[in-house]
């Protein structure tokens, strides 16, 4: 098997140094057009050319060495950059639609304007999806003189722009957005009852930024659109002080991942005891044993200043990633209520859900899509899977020199932060700047308060303070600096040896550069790659080590504290097998996720095929393309939006409760399938029905006002956030004799009633 994957890895180690060659011969070709002579006007007349070529039909790729030169030498004369030759071969694989995995401060924004110029010259419109709303607005500022100076228009969306605003900004030629609000913009479309209401264009050409972070770790995310809700409930806190008298183990447990807790038959009495309810698997207390599987879960798997965090009396939900508040993120409504209740805060009901999409099935709305990185490779295989998209490595512009440490691996974490606080003592007495990447805002508070004691000063980046990162991270490459951050994932901003003064920098390469320490290793070597390449960009000195020990959470979830038994000791262990064993643990760990995310993909993909289907019909009445009168088409309208929200209400309880038809030895996804098919083959008729009841009542008129009479408009008020999909593993080793036995009861009991029920219908 071995030569099978040494094999295989040759040809596309092959494949990729011909790819290679050949960007670098266009490469030649660009660098030959040398349109350094020509006056200013002469580079807009030929931008227009390219314009006029393209919208005529002209295919792109034979507009690209031209385009190209133009965008060269645009930015010399623009904003004094001049690109290396490497970012031009990445923007030829852009527009070939490859992700590119770029080193991080190897330039990937002006990359990124090449293919963004050459694909907006149809007229088409570009979007290129950044993390968050600083970067895409401080690119498009950034860039934005070189696409203007080529006749081009550009603009950023942020969140909070009027409708208007937003509209402006999308008929730009190349818009610079967030994924989430360019996929929370497009939800609101889907429910506008006036085309005037909604902003976006279709979708064209996309160049996604952080395209790990956005495609992978955030893709199965769903965006959501809710009538919003004032009302409160505080219900759960029962449920919660029940949650906290049970013991894991003794009463419950968890599937061999730790995501999920189940109760055992112990806990499943003693609920029933605390609860007063009887029988707490009979069909009549379901809500209730929802709701306590929920305060177990958010009681025992969710922490504080790990999970999430309490500001302003709100939960926040910490993005597990990259370490920052996750804005405008919930978790299904079940969690979060148990969520605030275990807080003892107030809970605001979620309102009834309009319309939703995973951003996943948001970036394949682009006919044409590319990514860049600079962590893509080891997770080539998911890119290729989920979005057909190749990686391909682009060579740094300058050697990596950086000094990559071998593990440093403790019997004890008491250990581990002993030898950490020395180390980073040691090195910061020289004044070498320090980078420390921690697991979660608890730890990185933890730490900072351990460095003070030591006198040791430093600045702090987690989501307690991620509003001034870009600012914290700037300084990070000074000469004594010591920066404690969270996960450095989609951060965005180059850390310069010496703040970006030549002076200091060469004082900091002296010292070897920035040294980056991990107080762990993550699930995803992806993840600890992007700590990494904080050090040693365009060819600086630089380090990096990680710092481990066997009671890490990852090394107790895997059993590595029984498989490696040493007694404590204050010295590293120096073993071989022990580090291979943590890479292999990493390489698991991305086959679950990706077992995970495909799982998961076969309960979203149907609903968005569903989603497809109706919402086609939709945009044919929004744009006119159907023959009907105003009033015909506003109804329409409004019982597809309707007859859609209650389809997806029904999806929600129907997903939250497959997972018991796994004792019946069928398979839940099957089921899954079935079920809303089923549901939504009956949408037409219902839609057709109710209309035509609306259609008499309003006897034709087309008079806005009557509409609004018969309530024929949209919600009050909206909200938008985002979900995150909790995965629930199906596992008979989950199923207790009491649920057993109430299950099969709960169907015999079905069955009986079933003839009863039709006949009461007659």
């Known amino acids: ?65 031209d385009a190209y030169a133009l965008v060269c030498e645009a930015a010399k004369r623009t904003l004094g950059l001049q690109p290396y030759d490497v970012q031009i071969m ?79 900004a999308y008929a730009k030629d ?65 449920f919660a002080e029940v949650a906290r008298q049970l013991q894991p183990a003794e009463h419950y447990d968890f599937d061999e991942f730790q995501r999920n807790v189940y109760l055992n038959d112990a806990g499943a009495a003693k609920a029933e005891l605390l609860l007063g309810c009887g029988n707490l698997y009979d069909s009549h207390n379901s809500h209730l044993l929802t709701s306590l599987n929920c305060a177990l879960h958010v009681e025992s798997i969710l922490k504080k200043d790990v999970d999430y965090i309490v500001r302003d009396g ?101 250990v581990k932060y002993k030898a950490l606080i020395q180390e980073i003592s040691s090195v910061h007495r020289v004044g070498r700047p320090i980078l420390i990447g921690t697991s979660s805002v608890e730890e990185s508070d933890m730490l900072a308060e351990a460095l003070a004691i030591s006198g040791v000063p430093c600045q702090v980046l987690n989501a307690k303070n991620d509003a001034k990162e870009a600012e914290i991270i700037a300084k990070a490459g000074e000469i004594g600096a010591v920066t404690v951050s969270t996960n450095m994932a989609g951060r965005g901003v180059d850390i310069r040896l010496g703040g970006g003064n030549p002076a200091q920098a060469e004082m900091v ?86 077992d995970i995310q495909r799982e998961l993909n076969c309960y979203s993909d149907m609903v968005e095929d569903q989603r497809r289907i109706l919402y086609e019909e939709r945009l044919e009445i929004l744009k006119g393309e159907r023959k009907m009168s105003p009033s015909e088409q506003r109804v329409r309208l409004f019982y597809i939006d309707e007859f859609w929200a209650d389809h997806l209400a029904y999806v929600s309880y129907i ?23 089923q549901a939504f083959e009956q949408i037409p008729a219902k839609i057709d029905h109710e209309s035509a009841n609306m259609l008499r009542k309003l006897g034709g008129s087309n008079d806005p006002a009557k509409w609004e009479q018969f309530g024929l408009k949209s919600p009050i008020s909206t909200r938008t956030y985002m979900i995150n999909d909790q995965y629930s593993q199906d596992k008979r080793s989950s199923w207790t004799g009491t649920t057993v036995l109430a299950f099969w009861g709960s169907k015999i009991l079905k069955m009986v009633l079933w003839p009863v029920h039709r006949m009461s219908k007659y």
């Open 509 to 594: 390469a002296k010292l070897g550069g920035l040294y980056v320490i991990g107080t762990h290793v993550n699930e995803s070597m992806r993840i600890d790659n992007q700590l990494r390449g904080r050090s040693g960009r365009q060819g600086d000195p630089g380090a990096s080590v990680f710092y481990i020990s066997l009671e890490d959470e990852l090394m107790l979830r895997f059993g590595i504290h029984r498989l490696f038994r040493a007694p404590k000791q204050d010295e590293a262990l120096d073993d071989a097998a022990l580090r291979s064993k943590i890479e292999h643990i990493q390489r698991v760990i991305i086959g679950q996720n990706f």
């Open 655 to 677: 997903r939250e409760s497959i997972h018991l038809l796994s004792i019946t030895s069928r398979n839940p996804i099957d089921e899954f399938h079935t079920q809303i098919t």
């Open 174 to 238: 190349i818009t610079y957005v967030t994924a989430k609000e360019a996929g929370f913009d497009y939800l609101r479309d889907t429910i506008a009852l006036n085309e005037a209401d909604t902003v976006h264009r279709p979708f064209h050409y996309v160049v996604v930024d952080e395209a790990d972070s956005l495609l992978l770790d955030e893709a199965r995310v769903p965006l959501v659109i809710s009538g919003d809700s004032s009302a409160s409930k505080n219900d759960g806190i029962l």
């Open 1 to 65: 098997m071995n030569v099978v994957v040494k094999l295989i890895r040759e040809f596309k180690e092959r494949d990729t140094r011909r790819l290679l060659k050949d960007y670098r011969d266009k490469v030649e070709l660009i660098r030959k057009r040398n349109l350094e002579a020509w006056e200013d006007q002469r580079l807009q007349v030929e931008s227009l050319r390219l314009q006029e070529e393209a919208r005529s039909g002209t295919h792109l790729d034979e507009l690209l060495v």
């Open 314 to 414: 709100e939960i926040e939900l910490i993005e597990e990633h990259t370490g920052r508040v996750a804005e405008n993120r919930y978790l299904p409504d079940g969690l979060q209520a148990a969520l605030v209740a275990k807080e003892g805060l107030q809970w605001k009901a979620g309102g009834r859900i309009l319309g939703t999409i995973t951003i996943q099935h948001f970036i394949s709305l682009y006919s044409g899509i590319c990514g860049m990185t600079a962590t893509a490779y080891a997770s080539a295989m998911e890119f290729e899977d989920i979005y057909a998209l190749q990686v391909v490595q682009i060579p740094p512009n300058k050697p990596n020199i950086r000094n990559d440490h071998q593990h440093r691996i403790y019997t004890h974490k008491e």
């Open 90 to 168: 990445a923007a030829i694989a852009l527009h070939e639609r490859f992700l590119i995995e770029q080193h991080t401060g190897e330039g990937k924004t002006l990359s990124a304007v090449m293919p963004a110029y050459l694909n907006a010259l149809t007229g088409e419109g570009v979007h290129v999806l950044t993390f968050n709303d600083y970067l895409a607005n401080r690119d498009a500022e950034w860039m934005g003189p070189i696409y203007r100076f080529l006749g081009l228009t550009v603009s950023s969306v942020q969140a909070g722009m009027s409708l208007l605003e937003k509209r402006e």
